[in-house]
Nanobody, 125 residues
């Protein structure tokens, strides 16, 4: 089972990026999915999540209104659309998935059993 995150890169403040997370060896169809990020020297923190039933999404206050998480079951891929990026969004972004996550644990790293390898996002002029 592998989750492969991609789409990171260097972008100017105010710009946009879309991260992708593709799964092999499992399907996202019944999974809760999430994105976390880790800035240099900092702990990994929650960014966004989608409940396994779909239709319910949850965001950290720092990205609410700028980032959107989505899932394409046909492509077995999870996305994170990031708009109006700020320098403080610079981090390595990780996707995560698990079929057992309940609503109250969507933001908890410990709730997710499957993780991608991370993709680096750098926001700088």
């Amino acid at each position: 089972v592998q989750l492969q995150a991609s789409g990171g890169g260097l972008v100017q403040p105010g710009g946009s990026l879309r991260l992708s997370c593709a799964a092999s060896g499992r399907t996202f169809r019944r999974d809760a999915v999430a994105w976390f990020r880790q800035a240099p020297g900092m702990d990994r923190q929650f960014v966004a999540a989608m409940h396994r039933m779909g239709g319910y999404t949850y965001y950290s206050d720092s990205v609410k209104g700028r980032f959107t998480i989505s899932k394409d079951n046909a492509r077995n891929t999870v996305y994170l659309q990031m708009n109006n990026l700020r320098p403080e969004d610079t981090a390595t972004y990780y996707c995560a998935a698990d079929p057992s996550v309940i609503s109250s644990s969507l933001a908890s790293q410990a709730a997710y059993g499957y993780w991608g390898q991370g993709t680096l996002v750098t926001v700088s002029s």
